[in-house]
């Protein structure tokens, strides 16, 4: 087995056990008490992260479930509110650039695949792709252009030029299940699991000090610990993994919550659906809780810059106030909740090739979204990717002088702020629906509740048997990418120069291994279904 592959199975195996007193017990789908802990769990209320008897730790947070669950009614209802102004319902974006993975992208013919876009003229004017371009041209200095989109040295992600795509009024675009499935849509999962896997950070973990191990003044230190014994899962690792799991995740959920019977054509809460691919494997959740305080903690770290921005699209402020309003709630809940040490990560000698091999990865998954074959998929997954990458600039790069609006007001994109409110909502709304197929549960007789877990049991074992290979066309990283990324690194650092050309020998190295040996990748994380 490959070295990526082999890390990667030892930190699905080993991963931190929670408290044993948590809802989340278990990460195995093959036991019946975990899916009940999840369904029968009551959510919490009126706690705060000072919570001296919580359900349970997140980990690698400050926080606990049940701060989460007891500020979630109210932030979910005030999000539901904020992206429907104007401001946050309109999102730009090119759906149609070529897929530069593979030339098949796959297509869904299903009539619920397809989205409506907005005319330009409905657009206020200050919000167009010709007025924003004209703001954005004399700030970007540092973009590295790719036909359609362009990435700056801060980003995470790969963003739109605003020369072509158009205009979605995303209020009248649910994410929900469309009929999507199959081959394709497990081809992208596959991709996307499959920029996990981290080299650099392989070698320096096993021949330098742990970053994680730091002194911290704080509980924080004791979650970055691996005390699950597995020395060679560094804490940026599993920091990476939960951020693409838990996007799994809420995906998964948001499809069972609205879920297509394609024979009626109606869409309809799945209790069945959301046990087989969340419920039952009961890390998964966790993986939304994570992604959800994440989220929080970069949207109360760049608060005062979000309240300074323009959100008026009428001219006459009115609209402009009642947005900074509802936002105003949402930033005092992140305050509350969003308990995240974004310090401790990238610390150590090989720190800066670290972060650039993770900005990588993730830039990597943004453009495999151009690869997903339906169009109301392919845009809120673009959506969601560029919201999360959003949240890990404002954590991982950009520090308080940045953050100052009076110096830097065009710090980010429209897009960006659009995106990352709109993500958190996702993210709100699939707790939200787990509350709901609590309640379903609640209201099954005994014979029922047994038939959904036996059945659980019967999709677990299916998706639990090895299934053959099947390699992306290309490697995502060209050479010509991988050069000038060492380029850079060399001029930063000697040690790390010599560190990354360790990475690109060992990534040859494992590149010709893989020819011989199966992935084993593209079920996800431990058989997650796609």
């Given at each position: 087995?490959?070295?990526?592959?082999?890390?990667?199975?030892?930190?699905?195996?080993?991963?931190?056990?929670i408290?044993?007193?948590?809802?989340?017990?278990?990460?195995?789908?093959s036991?019946?008490?975990?899916?009940q802990?999840?369904?029968?769990h009551?959510?919490?209320k009126?706690?705060?992260?000072?919570n001296?008897?919580?359900?349970?730790p997140?980990d690698t947070?400050?926080?606990?479930?049940?701060?989460?669950?007891?500020?979630?009614?109210?932030l979910?209802s005030?999000?539901?509110?904020l992206?429907?102004?104007?401001?946050?319902?309109?999102?730009?974006v090119?759906?149609?650039?070529?897929?530069?993975?593979?030339?098949?992208?796959?297509f869904?013919?299903?009539?619920?695949?397809?989205?409506?876009?907005?005319?330009?003229?409905?657009?206020?004017?200050?919000?167009?792709?010709?007025?924003?371009?004209k703001?954005?041209?004399?700030?970007?200095?540092?973009?590295?252009?790719?036909?359609?989109?362009?990435?700056?040295?801060?980003?995470?992600?790969?963003l739109?030029?605003n020369t072509?795509?158009?205009?979605?009024?995303?209020?009248l675009?649910?994410?929900?299940?469309?009929?999507?499935a199959?081959?394709?849509?497990?081809r992208?999962?596959?991709s996307?699991?499959?920029e996990?896997?981290?080299?650099?950070?392989?070698?320096?973990?096993?021949?330098?000090?742990?970053?994680?191990?730091?002194?911290?003044?704080?509980?924080?230190?004791d979650?970055?610990?691996?005390?699950?014994?597995d020395?060679?899962?560094?804490l940026?690792?599993?920091v990476?993994?939960?951020?693409?799991?838990?996007?799994h995740?809420?995906?998964?959920?948001h499809?069972?919550q609205e879920?297509?019977?394609?024979?009626?054509?109606?869409?309809?809460?799945?209790?069945?659906?959301?046990?087989?691919?969340?419920?039952?494997?009961p890390?998964?959740?966790?993986?939304?809780?994570?992604?959800?305080?994440?989220?929080?903690?970069?949207?109360?770290?760049i608060?005062?810059?979000?309240?300074?921005?323009?959100?008026?699209s009428?001219?006459?402020h009115?609209?402009?106030?009642?947005?900074?309003?509802?936002?105003?709630?949402?930033?005092?809940?992140?305050?509350?909740?969003?308990?995240?040490?974004?310090?401790?990560?990238?610390r150590?000698e090989?720190?800066?090739?670290?972060?650039?091999?993770?900005?990588?990865?993730?830039?990597?998954?943004?453009?495999?979204?151009?690869c997903?074959?339906?169009d109301?998929?392919?845009?809120?997954?673009?959506?969601?990717?560029?919201?999360v990458?959003?949240?890990?600039?404002?954590?991982?790069?950009?520090d308080?002088?940045?953050?100052?609006?009076?110096?830097?007001?065009?710090?980010?994109?429209?897009?960006?702020?659009?995106?990352?409110?709109?993500?958190?909502h996702?993210?709100?709304?699939?707790?939200?629906?787990?509350?709901?197929?609590?309640?379903?549960?609640?209201?099954?007789?005994?014979?029922?509740?047994?038939?959904?877990?036996?059945e659980a049991?019967?999709?677990?074992?299916?998706?639990?048997?090895?299934?053959?290979?099947?390699?992306v066309?290309?490697?995502?990283d060209?050479?010509?990418?991988?050069?000038?990324r060492?380029l850079?690194?060399?001029?930063?650092?000697?040690?790390?120069?010599?560190?990354?050309?360790?990475q690109?020998?060992?990534?040859?190295?494992?590149?010709?291994?893989s020819?011989?040996?199966p992935?084993?990748?593209?079920?996800?994380?431990s058989?997650?279904?796609?």
């Open positions: 087995m490959g070295f990526c592959r082999t890390t990667l199975f030892l930190h699905l195996l080993l991963f931190p056990a408290r044993a007193n948590s809802f989340l017990t278990s990460s195995g789908f036991q019946r008490n975990p899916i802990n999840v369904l029968d009551e959510p919490a009126n706690v705060d992260c000072s001296s008897n919580p359900t349970g997140i947070t400050l926080c606990d479930f049940e701060t989460v669950e007891s500020v979630n009614d109210e979910f005030n999000l539901h509110e992206v429907a102004t104007p401001f946050f319902k309109f999102f730009q090119d759906l149609y650039r070529e897929c530069p993975f593979w030339s098949d992208e796959g869904c013919d299903n009539p619920s695949c397809g989205i409506t876009s907005v005319d330009e003229s409905e657009i206020p004017e200050r919000w167009r792709a010709k007025s924003l371009s703001l954005e041209g004399s700030k970007i200095d540092d973009r590295h252009e790719l036909p359609g989109c362009y990435y700056r040295d801060s980003d995470f992600c790969f739109d030029d072509g795509g158009d205009y979605y009024d995303l209020t675009i649910p994410e929900r299940y469309t009929g999507y199959g081959p394709d849509t497990r992208i999962w596959r996307i699991y499959e996990n896997c981290f080299g650099l950070s392989e070698v320096s973990l096993h021949s330098g000090p742990n970053p994680a191990l730091v002194s911290l003044p704080d509980r924080m230190t979650a970055f610990r691996n005390e699950d014994g020395g060679g899962q560094c940026e690792k599993r990476y993994y939960k951020v693409i799991s838990g996007l995740a809420s995906i998964s959920t499809i069972c879920y297509l019977n394609q024979t009626t054509g109606e869409w309809y809460p799945n209790l069945q659906c959301f046990i087989n691919r969340v419920a039952s494997h890390e998964r959740l966790q993986y939304i809780y994570f992604n959800t305080v994440l989220l929080l903690r970069a949207i109360a770290r608060g005062p810059y979000l309240q300074a921005f323009d959100y008026c009428t001219g006459g009115e609209d402009d106030a009642e947005t900074l309003a509802k936002l105003g709630n949402v930033i005092s809940i992140a305050q509350r909740a969003g308990r995240f040490d974004e310090t401790v990560l990238f150590g090989n720190a800066n090739v670290l972060k650039e091999e993770f900005k990588d990865h993730f830039r990597n998954v943004t453009r495999i979204m151009d997903v074959g339906c109301k998929c392919r845009l809120w997954g673009k959506i969601q990717t560029t919201g990458a959003t949240a890990l600039k404002i954590l991982f790069e950009l308080e002088k940045a953050l100052d609006p009076a110096a830097n007001h065009n710090l980010l994109q429209r897009s960006e702020v659009v995106a990352l409110m709109n993500t958190l996702r993210f709100s709304e699939s707790l939200a629906a787990v509350d709901n197929f609590r309640r379903m549960w609640k209201a099954t007789s005994a014979e029922e509740g047994e038939q959904l877990i036996v049991e019967r999709v677990a074992k299916e998706t639990s048997r090895p299934r053959p290979s099947a390699r066309g290309k490697d995502f060209s050479p010509e990418m991988l050069l000038t060492w850079r690194v060399c001029k930063q650092s000697t040690v790390d120069c010599v560190g990354m050309f360790v690109i020998w060992f990534r040859a190295v494992n590149a010709v291994a020819v011989f040996t992935s084993g990748k593209e079920r996800g994380p058989g997650f279904e796609l």
